[in-house]
């Protein structure tokens, strides 16, 4: 069996240039807006069901329960898809930047340079203690320990159904918006915006990082109380990840 205590992030960066390079064509080469839309509809599935409700406030925090099981599975094989990693990684990482945040140990705090957000080095040992649960469930420890494998089945599945267009629109580009949209959240929640909370660390809430990635942007509301699932503290503080969690949970 695979170290599953360590972060399983070595092609990370090789997804990232490859997305990223795809996104940028695309522009350029301007394809039927139709496809855009069903790319911003996948990075729904990838970014707000799968990483922000799933990946965050369930599996890590334990803010709320899924209403059904298979909610849980589903929503977690849409956040892996993603291209950011599997949940166990996530989560260790996540864990790692509450633990230490804007100190040493801190994953991807900008304070430790804006490359170390573009593409961070995940090279900490994880801690089991805090993934116990996941490493003990066969469906979350088989999505880490052939993460890129079910990527490229997944890919390879999407060009086999629909050819060239549905691989790039649907697999590859929300990809790259999932990324790009993680790191700017990672590097502007510690650096940009305003504090309702005096925290430890350098949480922020912004405004336009929550638009863009289904109201993660209030950093400093949930870095002041984790464990709430709903990150909106005043009324002008729309998150609508919790929106969807009120229709989800149990």
């Keep these: 069996m695979k ?34 839309l069903i790319s911003f509809g996948m990075y729904f599935l990838t970014g707000c069901l799968g990483i922000t409700i799933t990946f965050h406030r369930h599996l890590t925090h334990g803010s709320f329960k899924f209403r059904y099981k298979w909610m849980e599975y ?21 864990n790692e930047h509450h633990k ?25 040992e994880m801690n ?17 320990n052939y993460y890129y494998l079910i990527l490229l089945v997944w890919l390879t599945v999407l ?16 990809m790259g918006i999932q990324i790009w949209t993680s790191v700017l959240s990672n590097y502007g929640n510690h650096m940009w915006g305003y504090r309702n909370y005096e925290t430890k660390e350098d949480s922020r ?7 863009i990635t289904w109201g993660e942007g209030w950093h400093n ?3 002041a109380k984790p464990g709430r699932w709903n990150f909106q503290h005043k009324w002008w503080e729309l998150d609508p990840s919790a929106w969807v969690i009120k229709l989800v949970k149990a």
Aim: hydrophobic share 50%.
């Design 128 to 144: 089991k203690w805090a993934v116990r649960r996941l490493i003990t469930n066969k469906f979350h420890l088989a999505l880490h």
């Design 159 to 174: 060009y086999t159904i629909g050819g060239i267009n549905v691989l790039v629109f649907v697999g590859i580009i929300p």
């Design 3 to 36: 170290d599953v205590f360590r972060a399983n992030t070595m092609y990370f960066p090789y997804i990232q240039a490859i997305a990223t390079a795809l996104i940028i064509y695309m522009l350029f080469a301007a394809p039927a807006a139709e496809w855009w």
């Design 100 to 124: 230490n945040s804007d100190a040493d140990g801190d994953p991807h705090s900008p304070h430790n340079g804006l490359w170390n957000v573009l593409i961070p080095k995940y090279d900490f």
């Design 74 to 94: 589903l929503f977690t094989f849409f956040g892996a898809i993603g291209g950011t990693g599997s949940s166990i990684g996530w989560v260790a990482v996540h």
């Design 221 to 223: 509301n949930h870095h």
């Design 205 to 211: 809430n912004t405004w336009w990082l929550a638009a």
